[in-house]
Every structure is written in C-alpha cells, then in structure tokens.
Nanobody
Framework: QVQLVESGGGLVQAGGSLSLSCVVSGRFFSINTMGWYRQAPGKQREMVAT???????NYADSVKGRFTISRDNAKNTVNLQMNSLKPEDTAVYYC??????????????WGQGTQVTVSS
C-alpha cells in the first residue's frame, strides 16, 4: 500500500508565505510525476503545480512567479513553497503522486488534503 502524508497547511495573511510538504511511503518501484492540486469551496479541483522525475515543472497561470515546486527523490518528498499569497489561494491542497508498482503497472495516489487559508 502507498500512502501520502502532507504537512504545512495553516492560516496566513495576504502577502505572506507558507510551505507545504508531502512524503510518499509504502511499497513501490519508483515515483514518477508528483504534484499539488487544490479545491476551493464551490469549485472543482485544479492543478497548481507538477514536477516530473527529471524535474520538469508545470504551473497554473494563477501561481506562476509566486509558487515553487520541488522534490527530493532520496526522501520521496515533494514540496510547495508559496509566496505572496492571496485570498484566492484559499483552498484545500492535495498532494498527488504517480507511482510505478512494477510489472508495467502505474497508478495515482492522493493525500488527505490540507487546508490553506489566506486572510485579507
């Protein structure tokens, strides 16, 4: 079984910073693309940032220049550094990992979600 454990959520004032972390554990061959997604009340879940195993990154237009995604392959960890936070960044943030289980099998796993609240 594969588990994703997130940490770092909380409340911050507009213009402030927050850092999220996600650790992948369990039995697997390798981790491929990892990413962060968020879901605000009344809205669908959206991609925030992803990072491939070769460190190629992709960001939503709304967070470019403010958020930075990174990974530590030795620790099976993906991080999201969030700067210049805005009230519209308020959402539940979910960690995602594409995992290779061997025998040509790959599937996505999700964290439980962590609340990020930005006050004006």
């Amino acid at each position: 079984q594969v588990q994703l454990v997130e940490s770092g959520g909380g409340l911050v004032q507009a213009g402030g910073s927050l850092s999220l972390s996600c650790v992948v554990s369990g039995r697997f061959f390798s981790i491929n693309t990892m990413g962060w997604y968020r879901q605000a009340p009344g809205k669908q879940r959206e991609m925030v940032a992803t990072i491939a195993s070769a460190t190629t990154t992709n960001y939503a237009d709304s967070v470019k220049g403010r958020f930075t995604i990174s990974r530590d392959n030795a620790k099976n960890t993906v991080n999201l550094q969030m700067n210049s936070l805005k009230p519209e960044d308020t959402a539940v943030y979910y960690c995602n990992a594409g995992v290779s289980l061997g025998l040509g099998v790959r599937r996505d796993y999700w964290g439980q979600g962590t609340q990020v609240t930005v006050s004006s």
